[in-house]
């Protein structure tokens, strides 16, 4: 087990301190901040490879996009609260919980839940997740990033 003093910028980003997404209008103030200043995001799909270099601006805009419209079809609450920034007005980091695989995000049943993707400006490191991934759930990861590779 890593200690504190060894732990990676990204490591420790992570585990800090987080804001919650409560109401939809908040996410989408959250992904105008994010558009509106695309260059140097990362996404990353926990479990899979970590990205070596931040996403192009077209390809941040369109999951972002996509992103939302899985998360307002799949989450049918009359709340957001499944997308948490560790700054609503200059993030740097952005956790987005999978509608379908909640978990305890706030770790009360011991286990602590890992997001289903980050926006970061940090360079991710692999976070392997080991919770099974529906097949749709890949797939609709593939069509934004992955569309040659065919499981």
């Given at each position: 087990m890593m200690n504190s003093a060894s732990h990676s910028l990204f490591k420790t980003r992570l585990t800090g301190p987080f804001s919650g997404i409560v109401t939809w209008?908040?996410?989408?103030?959250?992904?105008?901040?994010?558009?509106?200043?695309?260059?140097?995001?990362?996404?990353?799909?926990?479990?899979?490879?970590?990205?070596?270099?931040?996403?192009?601006?077209?390809?941040?805009?369109?999951?972002?996009?996509?992103?939302?419209?899985?998360?307002?079809?799949?989450?049918?609450?009359?709340?957001?609260?499944?997308?948490?920034?560790?700054?609503k007005v200059k993030p740097s980091m952005i956790k987005i919980f999978d509608p379908h695989n909640l978990g305890s995000s706030c770790g009360s049943s011991g286990l602590k839940t890992l997001p289903g993707w980050l926006i970061t400006r940090i360079p991710p490191e692999r976070l392997d997740d080991h919770r099974p991934?529906?097949?749709?759930?890949?797939?609709?990861?593939?069509?934004?990033?992955?569309?040659?590779?065919?499981?």
């Open positions: 209008g908040q996410l989408t103030d959250l992904w105008s901040v994010v558009t509106g200043e695309p260059e140097g995001w990362y996404i990353y799909a926990v479990g899979e490879t970590p990205p070596e270099a931040p996403a192009d601006s077209a390809t941040l805009v369109h999951f972002v996009q996509g992103l939302d419209e899985l998360l307002r079809r799949e989450h049918r609450e009359e709340y957001c609260g499944i997308v948490y920034a560790d700054d991934l529906p097949e749709g759930r890949k797939r609709w990861w593939r069509k934004f990033f992955h569309a040659e590779t065919e499981s």
